[in-house]
């Protein structure tokens, strides 16, 4: 089984940052897809960002894709550590309607549409993020 436990989140000014972790349990954990996505009130959960599985191999040469919701692009950055078995979502120039829960998602499968929640398999509990003006 996997589990996933998020971090990072809290209270931050408009146009501030914030970085939110996802800490993972998993012996493949570098085959996972990662995604994180947020839901604010009374509002479908909805795609942030997503980064491909990846070997963990630098010696190799390894490389992963990362994918961005439009409202995003540009201010959020998602990468991963596999020796951490952690993945971040860097958060910049944050705005009043980035305002949500933030959900960090694996997909142990690979090979679905990343923008999806049923895509992924697992889920964590989700961190606050809350932006004021």
């Known amino acids: 089984q996997v589990q996933l436990v998020e971090s990072g989140g809290g209270l931050v000014q408009a146009g501030g940052s914030l970085r939110l972790s996802c800490a993972a349990s998993?012996?493949?954990?570098?085959?996972?897809?990662m995604g994180w996505f947020r839901q604010a009130p009374g509002k479908e959960r909805e795609f942030v960002a997503a980064?491909?599985?990846?070997?963990?191999?630098?010696?190799?040469?390894?490389?992963?894709?990362?994918y961005y919701a439009d409202s995003v692009k540009g201010r959020f950055t998602i990468s991963r550590d596999n020796a951490r078995n952690t993945v971040y979502l860097q958060m910049n120039t944050l705005k009043p309607e980035d305002t949500a829960v933030y959900y960090c998602?694996?997909?142990?499968?690979?090979?679905?549409?990343?923008?999806?929640?049923?895509?992924?398999?697992?889920w964590g509990q989700g961190t606050q993020v809350t932006v004021s003006s």
């Open positions: 998993g012996r493949t954990f570098s085959r996972y897809a």
């Open positions: 998602a694996a997909d142990p499968s690979g090979g679905r549409p990343y923008y999806r929640t049923v895509s992924y398999e697992y």
């Open positions: 980064i491909s599985w990846s070997r963990g191999y630098t010696y190799y040469g390894d490389s992963v894709k990362t």
